[in-house]
């Protein structure tokens, strides 16, 4: 009885920290995402021209989320990305 116990003490807690890793990764996922729609966004308006002020502002922001995309590292979650 003692080892039904255990195993379905294992059992549940597997279940738990399963649910919980999936969430924290489903929040990764979408902040992730939003990183990426931003670098996207900057892109575009970067190739859409402008003065030089505007051009390293641009360069400098989407040089930033970058660095947020690597330090999140969401190159490990890239294929759940749109």
């Known amino acids: 009885?003692?080892?039904r116990r255990r195993l379905n003490a294992a059992i549940l807690l597997t279940a738990f920290v399963s649910t919980a890793s999936y969430a924290g990764?489903?929040?990764l996922i979408q902040?992730?995402?939003s990183i990426q729609d931003s670098i996207k966004q900057l892109t575009y308006l970067k190739r859409k021209g402008g003065d030089s002020k505007q051009m390293n502002r641009l360069h400098k922001k989407r040089n930033e989320y970058k660095k947020q995309y690597?330090?999140?590292d969401c190159k490990r979650i890239r294929q759940h990305l749109k």
């Open 25 to 27: 990764d489903e929040a």
């Open 31 to 33: 902040r992730c995402q």
């Open 70 to 72: 690597s330090e999140h």
């Open 1 to 3: 009885m003692d080892i």
